[in-house]
């Protein structure tokens, strides 16, 4: 599902608010995900799940197309792990 998907099932769910409204909404939660994990902070949405920022360490990689030998610097990376509900969710039969 992509965000205008998104905002169209909503928009469609609550006929009485705008579309610009919920547009402006999705937009915000977002952006205040993303801010929170840009300053390292967790997110919990209880129920579906957390965001996080993992940290990879600096390592030696291999270009697939020539072989050689790369350096790779340390990077911050999003992680999200499910939370019960959902999991629940996506594993009844």
């Not at 928009?11 to 929170?36: C, G, K, L, M, Y």
């Not at 209880?46 to 030998?69: D, H, I, L, W, Y």
């Amino acid at each position: 599902m992509t965000k205008s998907e998104l905002i169209a099932r909503l928009a469609e769910a609550n006929p009485h608010i705008f579309q610009r409204d919920i547009e402006r909404i999705v937009s915000t939660v977002f952006e205040e995900i993303a801010e929170a994990l840009a300053r390292g902070d967790r997110v919990e949405l209880r129920g579906f799940g957390a965001f996080s920022v993992k940290q990879r360490e600096a390592r030696v990689g291999r270009n697939p197309r020539t072989g050689e030998s790369v350096k790779v610097d340390s990077k911050s990376v999003p992680f999200f792990k499910t939370g019960k509900l959902l999991r629940e969710k996506l594993n009844t039969d």
